[in-house]
């Protein structure tokens, strides 16, 4: 039952995925990234990653996609305001290459099964913190300066010029 949970939440974050980047109406790409997440969260509780699960729905679902969709709202962009950024040939060679990396994957990954969590539940929040703010404490600093920038550009993008 296990596998066949796994087995629908994975479709639905890869179709859910692919809808991300072939919608022209950005507002609709940022609910199919929504869905992507829940599906993701949904596995992150297959594998008893409750904690991963909960800050999954919590930061991305919630936190980042309501930035996602302010900048949306600011700038006002609607499906004619994105320039056509590929050519037909373009697409399919993009498609291919995906392809065939995902082929790549599944055969690197056949047979292989993920090993249980080595730290339980309660070990599982001062783990992550212990990487998060240790190992990572860069990196994390360098993703919130960015959504910082982010969120400045986007005003600035939006700012009119009163008459």
Known sequence: MRELLFYFFAALAVVSGILVITRRNPLAAALYLVLAFFALAGIYVLLDAFFLAAVQVAVYA???????????MLLNLGPDDL???????????????????????????????????????????????????????????????????AIVGSVVLAHRESK
């Not at 919630?62 to 949306?72: C, D, K, S, T, Y």
């Not at 040939?89 to 065939?100: D, E, G, I, T």
């Open 62 to 72: 919630g936190a980042i996609m309501v930035l996602f969709l302010f900048v949306i």
């Open 83 to 149: 320039p056509p950024i590929m050519t037909r040939k373009v697409r399919w060679v993009y498609a291919a290459a995906s392809a065939l990396l995902v082929l790549v994957f599944l055969a690197l990954d056949l047979g292989r099964r993920l090993p249980a969590p080595a730290a339980g539940p309660a070990g599982e929040v001062e783990a992550i913190g212990e990487r998060l703010f240790g190992a990572y404490l860069l990196p994390f600093e360098i993703t919130a300066i960015l959504l910082l920038v």
